[in-house]
């Protein structure tokens, strides 16, 4: 079993686009075997907070506690994953288990109990104020070969976008993703109702993370399966309990890693819920992670894993979705990409090792 020799942390930036920020995490082990893992930053005022946590975390906390641990199994690192925060236990819960994959010469997806071959791709649309935009995005999205589009509503802009989106496509599967900004108010139930008119596959997140009860009693108001945002395996209980949903977004990030993904989608599962999967940062690590994620027999829905064209290419080849179709790498350990770490090193405006 490999024994944990060292870990490296990159804060790196897309030196391109909208230049988006990560930290990449690489362990290392005995003959030569490496594990990465990705914990993307939030844009814009919070990513310098938002990096600095995760740095901490993995400095202070994570890395020391994984030096010299024998990785019997990759669930092996739960315990000490738990010593930090959600972002950077998932770089490193992931790095681990690309670590163990590779030196056991296990793909990921198999080693995760996946049974698909390749996965079929849906695509995210950020809100735009003008809704010519959305349309002409969502043509895009349709023609590059996604089957279903999730669209970021905020009250206010909602109904609007979503109408524009049916006149256009009548039968493409859309999800309304509400980023916790909804409240039990008559308006905005009203406006969360008169989405659940236009024949979504899913209302994601339309509340606060933690008020179950609020998604439960939407539940009873809507056709639109509800998915509420499950930060651990307990919230995910409560919420399967209180019938506060009956889909589930899976967020590696969120969730603190692929060991708790996997425990989440063996409950949902269970409980009958529609499930899909979002990759973790855009370069290439964490959708290469979510991939392998997505390939478990309850992932039924199309989801977000193919890496956006245009950024350097760190995992070769790319992740990318051909038609609407990404396939899962089964032929290679781990992960199933090589990693190139010499840009990863120029592009990185930081960088750690432990020990150092």
């Not at 989801?303 to 760190?314: H, K, N, R």
């Amino acid at each position: 079993m490999p024994l944990i020799h060292g870990c490296e942390a990159f804060r790196v930036t897309m030196p391109r686009g909208r230049r988006p920020e990560s930290v990449l995490v690489r362990l290392t082990g005995g003959q030569d075997a490496v594990g990465w893992g990705e914990a993307p930053l939030p844009a814009g005022r919070d990513a310098a907070p938002a990096a600095e946590a995760v740095w901490a975390d993995i400095e202070e906390r994570l890395g020391p506690a994984l030096i010299g641990l024998e990785l019997d199994r990759p669930e092996d690192v739960s315990a000490a994953a738990d010593l930090g925060g959600h972002p950077a236990a998932a770089a490193i819960d992931m790095a681990c288990w690309d670590l163990w994959c590779r030196a056991r010469g296990l793909p990921l997806a198999h080693a995760l109990g996946g049974t698909r071959t390749s996965i079929v791709t849906g695509a995210t649309l950020t809100p735009e104020p003008i809704l010519s935009t959305v349309v002409s995005r969502v043509n895009q999205a349709v023609g590059a070969g996604h089957t279903r589009i999730t669209v970021e509503v905020r009250p206010g802009w909602d109904i609007e976008p979503l109408r524009e989106i049916r006149r256009a496509y009548p039968a493409l599967a859309v999800v309304a993703d509400g980023g916790h900004a909804y409240r039990e108010t008559p308006e905005h139930l009203d406006a969360l109702e008169a989405l659940d008119g236009y024949e979504l596959l899913a209302i994601e997140r339309p509340f606060p993370a933690g008020d179950l009860a609020a998604h439960a009693r939407l539940q009873l108001r809507v056709g639109a399966a509800v998915a509420p945002e499950a930060p651990d395996l307990a919230t995910l209980a409560a919420a399967i309990e209180l019938n506060a949903g009956r889909a589930l977004n899976l967020r590696i990030g969120v969730l603190g890693g692929l060991t708790a993904a996997r425990g989440a989608h063996d409950r949902a599962c269970a409980a009958g819920w529609d499930i899909w999967c979002t990759g973790a940062g855009p370069f290439g690590i964490g959708q290469a992670a979510a991939v392998a994620l997505a390939a478990m027999p309850g992932c039924t829905l199309p989801s977000d894993v193919s890496d956006p064209a245009g950024g350097p290419a760190i995992v070769s080849p790319p992740v990318r979705s051909s038609g609407g179709v990404v396939g899962v790498p089964l032929t290679q350990a781990g992960l199933g990409h090589e990693i190139d770490e010499e840009r990863i090193v120029r592009l990185a405006s930081r960088r750690m090792r432990l020990p150092a």
